[in-house]
C-alpha cells in the first residue's frame, strides 16, 4: 500500500516538473489533490477500509506523497513565474526603443474658471456652496416669481424627468435651467446676511451652436444685507472684471428683465483685447463690449416667500455663463470645443 502511495507520488512529481506553463501546472495539482476527485484524495479515502493496525503507517504514507506533490508544485511555480517575469523583463527593457513622452495634466478650462470665479468673488467675502443639478418646479422656476404659465418659462426650456421617488407625479423633477434655484435654497437655510456664489452645471432645451449648448455652467451670485443696492452689485462686478481680466474694465450696465429681480440688468465689461478701439475684433465683434451675465436686485416676491423681510431687507444677485468666460479668456471660439476632448485643443488652451 505505502509503495503504491510513494510511486504516486513521483509520478506526480514527474508531471508536474514537466508542466510547461502556469495553466498546465494547476490542471496537474487538480488531477492530484482536488478535494472532489483528486487522486491522493481517493487514496486517503481508502484509510477507512484499512486494519486498524495498518492505518498509522498508511496514514504517514499518505503525509509523505502529501509533501512531496505539495513541494514540486511549489518549486515549478517558482520557476515558471520567474520565468515568465524574466520574458516580460525582456520585452520591457529594449533599450533601443525611444523614452516614452511625459504628459503633464493639467486642468481643463472649465474647472479653471470656475475656480477663479470662486476665488475671486472669495476676496470679497463671498463663500462658495454649490447644489441640486436636477431640481423641481417650485425651485427652478416659481420660488423665482415665475408661475406656471408665466411666458419666461419658454425662455427656459428644459429637460423633464419623472419622478420615480416622488409620491405626487404632478411634481416632475427637472435639469435646472440657471443656478438662481440656489438662491433660494440658500435663503431657506440662512437669515441674512447672506454672500454666495454657486458654480454649477445647468440644462437647456437649445439648438447647440458656437455660443450655446444645452448642458453648460453658470455662476451665481447672491448678497443679501440691510442696505445693499446697485452701486454694491456695481462694485462687485467691477472688481470681479478688473481681477477676471486685469486691468481697469468699465462695467455696462443695460435695463433687462427678469422676474426674479426687480429692477434687472445685463452687465457687459469693456473689451479686455481691444478696448473697444478695433471695428474688426474677434473677441468682442467690434461693438468694445463683452456681455457677461445677467443680475439685479432681488424681488420683493422672492424675499417673501423665502421669509424675508423686504422692508428690511434687500440684496442683489447675478448669474452668468461659466463657459463664456472660459472662452473669452483662453480665446476659444466655438464652445463645443470645450467638451470633445480634443487633446489638440485641451493643450493648446
Ligand atoms: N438666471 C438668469 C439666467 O440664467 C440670470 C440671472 C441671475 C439674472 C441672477 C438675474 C439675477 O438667464
Redesign the pocket.
Known amino acids: 500500500m505505502s509503495t503504491d502511495l510513494a510511486r504516486l507520488a513521483d509520478q506526480a512529481a514527474a508531471e508536474i516538473a514537466a508542466s510547461a506553463d502556469e495553466a498546465a501546472l494547476e490542471s496537474t495539482r487538480v488531477r492530484y489533490l482536488s478535494r472532489r476527485d483528486g487522486l491522493l484524495t481517493a487514496a486517503t479515502k481508502r484509510i477507512a477500509g484499512l486494519p486498524a493496525a495498518e492505518r498509522p503507517a498508511y496514514g504517514q504514507a499518505l503525509n509523505d506523497a502529501k509533501r512531496t506533490i505539495e513541494a514540486a508544485l511549489e518549486a515549478r511555480g517558482a520557476v515558471l513565474r520567474s520565468a515568465h517575469l524574466r520574458r516580460s523583463l525582456g520585452e520591457q527593457a529594449d533599450l533601443t526603443l525611444p523614452p516614452r513622452r511625459v504628459r503633464v495634466g493639467r486642468l481643463h478650462p472649465v474647472s479653471r474658471t470656475i475656480r477663479d470665479v470662486s476665488r475671486i468673488f472669495g476676496t470679497m467675502g463671498f463663500e462658495t456652496v454649490e447644489g441640486p443639478e436636477i431640481d423641481d418646479d417650485y425651485y427652478n422656476f416659481e420660488a423665482l416669481n415665475i408661475p406656471p404659465g408665466h411666458p419666461a418659462r419658454e425662455?427656459?426650456d428644459t429637460l423633464w424627468i419623472a419622478n420615480p421617488l416622488g409620491d405626487d407625479p404632478a411634481r416632475p423633477l427637472l435639469g435646472r435651467?440657471?443656478?438662481?434655484p440656489m438662491?433660494v435654497r440658500v435663503m431657506e437655510r440662512r437669515r441674512p446676511p447672506v454672500r454666495v456664489v454657486v458654480p454649477g452645471r445647468?440644462y437647456r432645451y437649445e439648438a447647440t451652436d458656437a455660443i450655446r449648448e444645452s448642458i453648460f455652467f453658470?455662476y451665481?451670485?447672491l448678497a443679501i444685507d440691510e442696505r445693499l443696492s446697485m452701486s454694491d452689485l456695481k462694485g462687485v462686478l467691477y472688481s470681479f472684471a478688473r481681477q477676471y481680466f486685469g486691468g481697469e474694465r468699465a462695467v455696462r450696465f443695460r435695463p433687462?428683465y427678469?422676474p426674479?429681480?426687480e429692477p434687472?440688468a445685463e452687465i457687459a465689461f469693456s473689451c479686455f483685447v481691444c478696448e473697444g478701439r478695433d471695428p474688426g475684433c474677434h473677441t468682442c465683434g467690434g461693438d468694445g463690449w463683452i456681455e457677461a451675465?445677467?443680475?439685479?436686485m432681488v424681488h420683493p416676491n422672492v424675499l417673501r416667500r423665502v421669509g424675508y423681510d423686504p422692508d428690511r431687507y434687500q440684496g442683489f444677485?447675478?448669474?452668468?455663463g461659466i463657459e463664456r468666460l472660459a472662452m473669452l479668456r483662453t480665446g476659444t471660439p466655438d464652445i463645443r470645443l470645450l467638451y470633445q476632448n480634443d487633446l489638440r485643443y485641451l493643450e493648446s488652451v
Open positions: 425662455k427656459w435651467t440657471h443656478t438662481s438662491q445647468c453658470q451665481e451670485g433687462d427678469f426674479f429681480t434687472s451675465a445677467g443680475c439685479g444677485a447675478f448669474g452668468g
